[in-house]
């Protein structure tokens, strides 16, 4: 059954390719039957995290960036792109954000974009490695970009963030002091910085700041805030002319399609900049390890869940609860024997 | 070593408690035989946890917290909290709260207060244990309420409340849309919802939207939106009579101290209602053995990577890289022969 569904979603079948979807996110044994099937023929599509905090708009900004790509252009043929929202965890999810879902709904008519919008379930580490999958049967049917949006700001992020080639952190001015701690935070991942809703007020101070915290996080002869002052200390280095990737500050208004030419071919540029600089290979294989990490953790708990001899589990929280053993004691008992 | 510092934290001194934190933050073998010799004084504090989205003032919100549970009250002695305030995983994210810092610095002369700001590092549930290490060591040193509060909004936050015994989750008006899937996730853990930075415009909005949300996650007769009009269908029973716990919406300005001894009372209330309905050793026992997983979980990876044949995950790798091999097949070779 999933050989033939992964056939038919290889050969261009919608409904083939939503059924695997659903198989892969739900974890079954012929989403994973499929997923080793379609492997070999991964490895082309061009993955894009597009993360930030909440209230910055980035559904709009993935919508609009997919009917971008779809636009024919002089040197190139419309891209095919698949998006993967990933939500919070919650039955209401959908509804919540049904206002860009609708919005979306504009481009369902297009062959050329699949939306796939998935509740965030089970452990983080459960979470990345269903994303990778989900991505994995896009990059297989031939979609040359998968855009994965998250929600929220934190771990979680940059646990995802790592499947990408190419991640956009997206900020929107006016949110608040504590945000500064997510950018940070955050920053060091960012491979575009997109300033949405860019027509607010307030948007030269979020420029500034993220310029000033681009200059920590890569340091270097460029423009940096002095004694609140902006100075061009040296003239900044083309961005792929020495080998190195300074990540732009781009400004959009996605709600009136602003800036989004810009901020697809800054995408397109960071791709081949990675090749160019044999980065696409190292982070490809980084993002590989980690997968295969996560993976091997959720098997090994999954072997210990299964061994361990019925209510061993329940005593051992009896004894913690009662403070007779320590948590550390607990683990040390629970995972002697046979166990690895 | 650790022995002695944990006397002398359970003894009260400042210095060996901020040093015992440090060494359990880092994960030394010192930590973890301190945690086990402090585990059987643990059990008596209240954990809070305190999440929401980026922009809320979650900070200066827990610092007024921190001030009213220290004074005297007629019912009761000034209480002795502890705070942990998880960032985003990075360098700089000290300098970017900075704000937030320097206002809790005002508690610094307190011996009553212990402020603790942790960089979130490695994975989550890396993260989450570290917590639960930190929140024992307060527990075991006479903290009555340990506050956790958490940057951001996402499965990282879910993974910590569990954490809490209360947990409440933060919002502020006017923060954008899809602040509307975050709250939905989120509402399922909250124990009592604050709108804070309630003099802005828009409270009145974001208060029904709660509520209307509130009404989906616990059905019952109670206030709620109907086309449009807040109605009130029966009268909604009193939090505790019924044994169920309704969370409040509570209004607060940080800025200005407002709400803030509502907002003290509610958690110490929910508290007592916990103990009442029993829920309290229930939360325990499942926070125990959600922490006892993570725990095992990590144990057994780190088994598992200690016992790894030089050169064997570079060799899956490649083969991976090559796509000669797929993910779940690469995880099925490293983890056969004796290993779990």
Same mark, same amino acid.
């Given at each position: 059954?999933?050989?033939?569904?992964?056939?038919? %979603?290889?050969?261009? !079948?919608?409904?083939?390719?939503?059924?695997?979807?659903?198989?892969?996110?739900?974890?079954?044994?012929?989403?994973?039957?499929?997923?080793?099937?379609?492997?070999?023929?991964?490895?082309?599509?061009?993955?894009?995290?597009?993360?930030? /905090?909440?209230?910055?708009?980035? !559904?709009?900004?993935? &919508?609009?960036?997919?009917?971008?790509? #779809?636009?024919?252009?002089?040197?190139?043929?419309?891209?095919?792109?698949?998006?993967? @929202?990933?939500?919070?965890?919650?039955?209401?999810?959908?509804?919540?954000?049904?206002?860009?879902?609708?919005?979306?709904?504009?481009? @369902?008519?297009?062959?050329?974009?699949? +939306?796939?919008?998935?509740? !965030? #379930? =089970?452990?983080?580490?459960?979470?990345? *490695?269903?994303?990778?999958?989900?991505?994995?049967?896009?990059?297989?049917?031939?979609?040359?970009?998968?855009?994965?949006?998250?929600?929220?700001?934190?771990? /979680?992020?940059?646990?995802?963030?790592?499947? @990408?080639?190419?991640?956009?952190?997206?900020?929107?001015?006016?949110?608040?002091?504590? +945000?500064?701690?997510?950018? %940070?935070?955050?920053?060091?991942?960012?491979?575009?910085?997109?300033?949405?809703?860019?027509?607010?007020?307030?948007?030269? &101070?979020?420029?500034?700041?993220?310029?000033?915290?681009?200059?920590?996080?890569?340091?270097?002869?460029?423009?940096?805030?002095?004694?609140?002052?902006?100075?061009?200390?040296?003239?900044?280095?083309?961005?792929?002319? *020495?080998?190195?990737?300074?990540?732009?500050?781009? #400004?959009?208004?996605?709600?009136?399609? /602003?800036?989004?030419?810009?901020?697809?071919?800054?995408?397109?540029?960071?791709?081949?900049?990675?090749?160019?600089?044999?980065?696409?290979?190292?982070?490809?294989?980084?993002?590989?390890?980690?997968?295969?990490?996560?993976?091997?953790?959720?098997?090994?708990? =999954?072997?210990?869940?299964?061994?361990?001899?019925?209510?061993?589990?329940?005593?051992?929280?009896?004894?913690?609860?009662?403070?007779?053993?320590?948590?550390?004691?607990?683990?040390?008992?629970?995972?002697?024997? =046979?166990?690895?």
């Amino acid at each position: 059954l999933s050989r033939e569904l992964a056939e038919r %979603a290889l050969g261009g !079948s919608r409904l083939a390719l939503s059924r695997l979807l659903t198989l892969v996110e739900n974890g079954t044994a012929e989403g994973r039957a499929a997923l080793d099937w379609l492997y070999p023929h991964t490895g082309r599509a061009h993955r894009i995290g597009v993360t930030g /905090a909440p209230g910055t708009g980035k !559904s709009s900004l993935v &919508n609009q960036m997919a009917h971008y790509f #779809r636009l024919p252009r002089p040197d190139r043929q419309p891209l095919r792109v698949g998006v993967i @929202a990933v939500d919070p965890s919650s039955p209401f999810s959908g509804g919540a954000i049904l206002g860009d879902r609708v919005r979306m709904r504009e481009l @369902a008519g297009d062959p050329g974009v699949f +939306i796939r919008s998935m509740a !965030s #379930r =089970g452990s983080l580490g459960g979470l990345a *490695a269903t994303t990778s999958g989900l991505v994995q049967v896009f990059d297989a049917a031939g979609f040359d970009l998968v855009m994965i949006e998250t929600v929220g700001a934190g771990q /979680a992020e940059v646990d995802i963030a790592r499947l @990408a080639h190419t991640t956009l952190v997206v900020e929107a001015p006016g949110l608040g002091d504590d +945000i500064q701690a997510i950018k %940070a935070g955050i920053l060091e991942i960012a491979d575009i910085l997109v300033i949405n809703k860019a027509d607010r007020p307030g948007v030269e &101070n979020t420029e500034r700041a993220l310029q000033n915290m681009l200059q920590l996080a890569h340091p270097g002869p460029r423009t940096f805030l002095h004694h609140g002052r902006l100075e061009q200390v040296e003239a900044p280095p083309a961005p792929t002319s *020495a080998g190195i990737w300074i990540p732009p500050v781009l #400004r959009t208004v996605a709600t009136e399609s /602003a800036g989004i030419e810009e901020l697809g071919e800054a995408i397109l540029r960071h791709r081949r900049h990675l090749e160019a600089a044999g980065e696409w290979d190292a982070r490809e294989r980084a993002r590989l390890q980690a997968e295969l990490e996560i993976m091997v953790r959720e098997t090994l708990f =999954g072997r210990w869940e299964a061994q361990l001899a019925n209510g061993r589990l329940a005593a051992a929280l009896d004894d913690l609860a009662g403070r007779r053993i320590s948590p550390w004691q607990a683990v040390t008992q629970l995972t002697e024997g =046979g166990v690895l």
